[in-house]
Structure formats: C-alpha cells, structure tokens
C-alpha cells in the first residue's frame, strides 16, 4: 500500500519527537548520575545507603523476609474481593425492609476508609487479642490480616460500587422486562459488566495492598520492613531499605504496567 | 592519666574565667561553649526520670552532667535534644555533639558512626509473662518459648544466636509495643537489657517476672552502651578522656549505684 504524503509527513515528525524525547531523557540522566556525585555529603550517603558489603551480607536474609508479605498478600487478596463484593452489593439493595443493610454498608465504608491503615492494624492486631483469647487464635498473623481486610475490602467495596452505578439504569429495566427477577439481574447482567469495567482500578489496590501488608511489621511479623529495619540496625546503615526497595519495585513495576496496560485496552475498546 | 586529671582539676579551679582556651571540647561541639545532648523520644526510666533529661535525674542523664562537668562545660551549657534511631545514624549534620539511648557499641555500627568508651555493660535479661514465668533459667527450657524484642536493638542478634527459639521470634518497634503484645499473650517472652526489664516488669506488665540474666562480662560480644557521635567526630576523644577520669575516680561507679543499684539478684541463665 503507497503511503500517502500525509503519511510520510507524519511519520517525519514522530521520528523527529522521538530523537528529542531520547536526547533530553539521555541529558537529565548524565547530569542527575554527573552532578549528584559532586554534592558535597555523597560520600557518606553513599556509604551509609548504598553500601555494597553491607547490601550483600543482608540481601538473601530480605529475600527471606519478602516469602513473608507474599504469604500474607496471598490469602488477605481474595477474602478481600469476597468481603468488598458483599459490601458493594448491600449498598445497592432496593428493598425498602433491607435499608438497615445500606445503612451498615455505608457505615463500614466510611470508617474503614476513614482510618490509617495503621491505626486499624494496632487497634485489632494488639487490642482483640487483649481481650483473652487463646493461642493460636491471637496470633498477629490472623488479627493483623483481619485489620487489612477490613480496610482494604471498604476501599474495595467503593470501586465494585462504582462498576455497578457505571451499568447505565436501561439494563437494569431490560433485564426485569425480559423476567429477570432482582437477583438474577445483578448476577446476570449487572455483574459481569461492572467487574470487567473496575479490574484495572482493582489492580491498583492489590499493587496498594501488596504495599501495605509491611504494616503489619508493627505488631510482630518480622517481614521483609521489620527484616531490613533489624539489619539497619545492626549496622547502623540503611543500605538495606535500599535492598527492600528494589524487592518491592521488582513487583510493584511489573504490576503496575500490567494495570495500565488493562486499563488503556479498556479505554480504546470504549472509544 | 596525670595530666588529665591536673587539666581536669584546673579548669574546675579556675571554672569559666579560664574557659578561654585551654578545654579539650573548645572549637568541637555543636554550639561554641555547649554540649548538645540527644535522648529519645521518650526517654525511658531509669535511663531518664520522668521524660525531662534536664533535671540530670536517671542514669544517663546523670552521666551526661558528669562528664560535661568533667570536659568543663557547666550544667547550664548543657542542651537537650530529641532523636530516633534513624536520626541519629543518618548521613550529613548532626544536631547533637553525642546521643544517648543505650547505643550498644557493635564493630558493625562503628564503621558508620563513633562510640564513644563505653559507660555501662549491660546484661540481657529474659522477661516472661503467664505461665512462662516459671521456666527455669536454662537455654532448653527458654528455647520452646514463644519470643518477642525490639527489633532495632542488640537483643535480636542474641535472641537468635544464643537462645535460638524453635518458632520464629516477633518483633516490635519499641518497648510499649513488645509490652502490649505481652499482654496480649500473644508472646511469652521478650529479651531487654536488665534495667529496661526490671522497669518493665515492677511498672509496665503485670504478672511478668524476670526469669534470668545473660551476663554482660561472660557472653562473647558484651553489650556495652556507649554515646554516639558523629563518624569522625573530634569531641570523641574529650569524651573518652572525661569517662576514663569518671571511671578512674569512682564517678561513674557511684552513678551507676544510685541509679542501677538494684540489678542485681536475678538468676543466670545456665548454658
């Protein structure tokens, strides 16, 4: 196929933005790796930041400690969808004998969104397990999982509530015109659309929650915060936070693209 | 020594009149004429009474005023500031000439920052609450605990190394937390330097008991608490030179009477 002049033309000037993109990305980076070196303190940040022995005596122990955040990532992420669906959908109950559940529902969200994360994990991770109970179930593990449900599935609720309001009203009528009852309408018709729509901004709370789960550190896991605190400690060097962060991006990033990548499909699918 | 004692005695003789320049400190510290001193925020009993370090009330309070009085430097001269841990290590300006909090001296925190000589040796003690509280003081019957410390302390290392726990020990950030999660019984015990566990267990926890002591003088790397200073730091020896004459004198002995007299009568930990 003959491209057009248009074309050419065109073709012309992407090349030409591309060139100056890559030289003045090249320029910053030459001056941030050429000057950062000249200020006066380097040496000893990097000494006490990116201090190489003391980056390969602590990387493994934190690779270790990351198994951790992982596992606890693992089981909180689907209790959370579970828990933020239930949620999405007593908010969007009709019936007026079930108001009570709107009002719970909306509730819920509030607090739980309108509270650090943090504050949650220390007030159900040390104050429900101060009431008595046993061992095994006071464990920081289950409370402190709890305490990221909790906050996690309001936020979660939130999007899923989103999606829903998202299905334009007419479905919802064309669904009960076709004899659908209530509940076979959110199942069949309403659901399905509004999950796929809210998936990449789900994605986001996952890379979110991934982060977070270093909060449950305070209360006793020793993952992989708590891990690169101890040997910053040790070695009065915070070379290992620097290690903890470079794990963390190795998960993170990937993840992230993943999440633009969903949501740039979704849009041109839309347009 | 001689010498050091004759500087010492004229400067007290001839106190702020001769203060023109002959004092080892002159030119070195933060504030001309002034020795800024960092605690933590808050600083603990016995370390300090009652959070206010300006009262020279607490042990290391008082060994802040003696040396300051040794290095002839008047009481009045003598500024309190408050950091973290994280403050204290950091690379650049520091905003104290030393800082005390217990710093134990290890040769991994000494390639980053100075210690000074060290002014206390500290034995860990073990502090168990419940049912614990009547585990004999030997390392096979304390090994099947359930362990707790504060993971930015010299406790982590020894917890592992020696008493090496069969579960995985959790850790905290600060004592309160280590206490709250005693009292959650969500551990058995925890592993403090003897003085902080004395205080713990007559104030903080109740029905806790302190179940044995881990000598400062036998164990391979002794906990010895020294002031920290920047790395490089000209004051160091100034500093050294006042707690070996407070050493030497008795000074420092009788301090540690007044404020420490009572660790004694605990148990060791058999082998």
């Known amino acids: ?271 | 020594m001689k010498t050091l004692l004759l500087t010492t005695v004229l400067t007290f003789a001839a106190g702020a009149a001769l203060a023109g320049g002959h004092a080892c400190y002159e030119g070195k510290t933060l504030t001309e004429g002034k020795l800024t001193v960092a605690t933590g925020n808050p600083a603990y009993y016995p370390w300090v009474m009652d959070d206010n370090p300006a009262s020279g009330m607490g042990f290391e309070a008082a060994v802040a005023y003696a040396v300051a009085e040794e290095m002839g430097i008047a009481a009045d001269d003598v500024t309190w500031v408050r950091t973290s841990f994280d403050e204290a290590i950091q690379p650049g300006a520091k905003n104290f000439d030393v800082n005390m909090q217990q710093y134990s001296i290890t040769a991994e925190r000494e390639e980053m920052v100075d210690f000074s000589s060290p002014y206390y040796s500290a034995a860990m003690a073990v502090l168990a609450v419940g049912d614990a509280t009547s585990t004999p003081a030997e390392l096979s019957a304390l090994k099947e605990l359930k362990w707790g410390a504060v993971g930015s302390t010299t406790a982590v290392p020894k917890l592992i190394e020696t008493i090496a726990p069969t579960s995985q020990p959790l850790l905290y950030g600060d004592n309160a937390d280590v206490t709250a999660a005693m009292q959650a019984g969500q551990i058995d015990a925890a592993l403090f330097d003897l003085p902080t566990a004395l205080f713990l267990s007559a104030v903080m926890i109740e029905g806790s008991k302190i179940i044995g002591q881990f000598p400062a003088a036998s164990s391979e790397t002794p906990d010895q608490f020294g002031m920290l200073m920047e790395e490089g730091s000209a004051l160091k020896e100034c500093v050294d030179a006042a707690l070996a004459s407070l050493t030497e004198s008795g000074k420092l002995a009788e301090i540690e009477a007044q404020w420490l007299q009572d660790t004694t009568g605990v148990p060791l930990i058999a082998e």
């Open chain 1, 1 to 271: 196929m003959s491209r057009t002049r248009r074309q050419i033309y065109e073709d012309k000037l992407r090349r030409r933005s591309l060139l100056i993109a890559g030289a003045s990305s090249l320029a910053v980076f030459a001056a941030v790796i050429i000057l950062v070196p000249l200020a006066p303190g380097w040496e000893k940040v990097a000494k006490s930041f990116f201090n190489w022995s003391v980056f390969q005596r602590t990387f493994p122990g934190l690779i270790e400690a990351f198994l951790q955040n992982i596992m606890i990532f693992a089981w909180s992420a689907p209790m959370i969808a579970i828990l933020g669906l239930i949620i999405a959908l007593m908010r969007d109950v009709r019936s007026p004998v079930l108001f009570p559940l709107r009002i719970f529902g909306a509730a819920y969200t509030d607090i739980f969104r309108g509270l650090p994360v943090i504050l949650t994990v220390y007030l159900i991770g040390f104050g429900i397990p101060g009431l008595g109970l046993p061992r095994p179930w006071n464990s920081p593990y289950i409370w402190g999982t709890v305490a990221l449900v909790l906050t996690y599935s309001a936020y979660v609720a939130e999007i899923f509530r989103g999606g829903i309001d998202s299905v334009h009203t007419s479905q919802r009528a064309a669904a009960q015109s076709l004899g659908l009852s209530e509940r076979d309408t959110m199942r069949y018709v309403i659901l399905p659309q509004a999950i796929r729509r809210v998936i990449p901004a789900q994605m986001n709370m996952l890379i979110a929650l991934q982060k977070d789960v270093a909060l449950l550190s305070f209360i006793g896991p020793v993952e992989i915060f708590r891990q690169a605190g101890v040997f910053k400690s040790l070695m009065a060097n915070f070379t290992p936070y620097v290690g903890a962060a470079m794990i963390f991006l190795a998960v993170t990033i990937p993840a992230t693209r993943y999440a633009d990548y969903l949501m740039s499909r979704q849009a041109k699918e839309r347009s």
